[in-house]
């Protein structure tokens, strides 16, 4: 069974400081990794997805991701924040390449972009 | 492209109620799956179709909840009677599968309160 864990519920930085957003997975078979975004009052959209090409992932926004089978880690990452990136983020985990299209989320983590 | 249509986009109504949740997914995906959102379960998959068939409703909380796709372009999520732990954001997403993955495209939501 796949799972994503997502470490930290809630992150603080403040404008202009590095965003680090972790998560770590568990899958039987090599996995398709995606990061969404929520933002308040509307539907999560698509940030980034690693697909066993590139292990560096890079999406919009400015946010990037680095695929590590050894730490079975996907942590999501920007190198100055934005007011504008203060949302919840979503890790989601997937088989590669099975015919199970579902989506495992981990619970999200709330980041808050201080002045 | 218009993107994953759900309405309402809230609804308020009595425990014991009937309520029907609708989705429009994305024209050409061929499936689509219904998620729901609490802030003590986070996100949870109810049920998923692929090519208007229910694939897996595993998630499904109980009998009071049921879903039908009877064409391509139109879902229904129905809770009947409805209670007030029913209370919760209800998301529609929709995808091309198969021949690699892509990514869930989200509707807005539909914020149900039950009294």
């Known amino acids: 069974a796949q799972s994503v864990t997502q470490l930290g519920s809630h992150v603080s930085v403040s404008e202009g400081a590095l965003v680090l957003l972790r998560c770590n997975y568990s899958s039987s078979v090599p996995p398709y990794l995606f990061w969404y975004v929520q933002y308040p009052n509307q539907g999560l959209q698509l940030l980034l997805k690693?697909?066993?090409?590139?292990?560096l992932v890079k999406g919009i926004n400015g946010f990037e991701a680095e695929f590590k089978k050894s730490e079975t880690s996907f942590h999501l990452t920007k190198p100055s924040a934005h007011m504008s990136d203060a949302a919840e983020y979503f890790c989601?985990?997937?088989?590669?390449?099975?015919?199970?299209?579902?989506?495992?989320f981990g619970k999200g983590t709330l980041l808050t972009v201080n002045p | 492209d218009a993107g994953v249509i759900q309405s309402p986009r809230h609804e308020v109504t009595e425990m014991g109620q009937e309520v029907t949740l609708r989705c429009k997914p994305i024209?050409?995906?061929?499936?689509l799956f219904w998620y729901r959102q609490t802030m003590m379960r986070g996100l949870e998959l109810l049920i998923y179709?692929?090519?208007?068939?229910?694939?897996?409703d595993s998630g499904m909380p109980e009998d009071r909840f049921s879903a039908k796709m009877p064409n391509a372009s139109f879902s229904t999520l129905k809770i009947q009677p409805s209670e007030p732990r029913d209370s919760a954001v209800y998301f529609c997403?929709?995808?091309?599968?198969?021949?690699?993955?892509?990514?869930?495209?989200f509707g807005p939501g539909t914020r149900l309160t039950v009294l």
């Open positions: 989601a985990v997937s088989d590669l390449g099975g015919s199970n299209y579902k989506l495992t």
């Open positions: 024209s050409g995906h061929n499936s």
């Open positions: 179709f692929n090519n208007n068939v229910p694939i897996d």
């Open positions: 997403a929709s995808t091309l599968a198969g021949g690699g993955y892509n990514e869930q495209f």
């Open positions: 690693y697909t066993s090409a590139a292990t």
